[in-house]
Nanobody, 125 residues
Framework: QLQLVESGGGLVQPGGSLRLSCAAS????????VGWFRQGPGKEREAISC????????NYVDSVKGRFTISRDNAKNTIYLQMNSLKPEDTGVYYC??????????????????WGQGTQVTVSS
């Protein structure tokens, strides 16, 4: 059973950057797509990015496109989310999630099998 632990969240000023990490244990991430989701205050959880198992395809929602970059290091069993040009509306708890072995990644939360506990990101001056 996979365990996922996110880290790297914190308080940052608008326009700043953060790099989130999602470290997996209990099994390899190889062959598994991974996604990042977030839940802002008073909002429903939303998908923001995903990456296929071989890193061949990455997807982003429009609100983060051009500012966020998802990547993975299968040797380290870790997924990353580089977040630049952060805005107050990016505030929320960020979760990584792993799908069963598949060629595809996607933005439907129920397709994801394992979830981390989340890391808080606050963008404020």
């Amino acid at each position: 059973q996979l365990q996922l632990v996110e880290s790297g969240g914190g308080l940052v000023q608008p326009g700043g950057s953060l790099r989130l990490s999602c470290a997996a244990s209990g099994g390899p991430l190889t062959y598994r797509p991974v996604g990042w989701f977030r839940q802002g205050p008073g909002k429903e959880r939303e998908a923001i990015s995903c990456i296929t198992a071989n890193s061949g395809i990455t997807n982003y929602v429009d609100s983060v496109k051009g500012r966020f970059t998802i990547s993975r290091d299968n040797a380290k069993n870790t997924i990353y989310l580089q977040m630049n040009s952060l805005k107050p509306e990016d505030t929320g708890v960020y979760y990584c999630a792993v799908r069963p072995i598949s060629e595809y990644c996607g933005f439907i939360a129920r397709d994801y099998e394992y979830w981390g506990q989340g890391t808080q990101v606050t963008v404020s001056s």
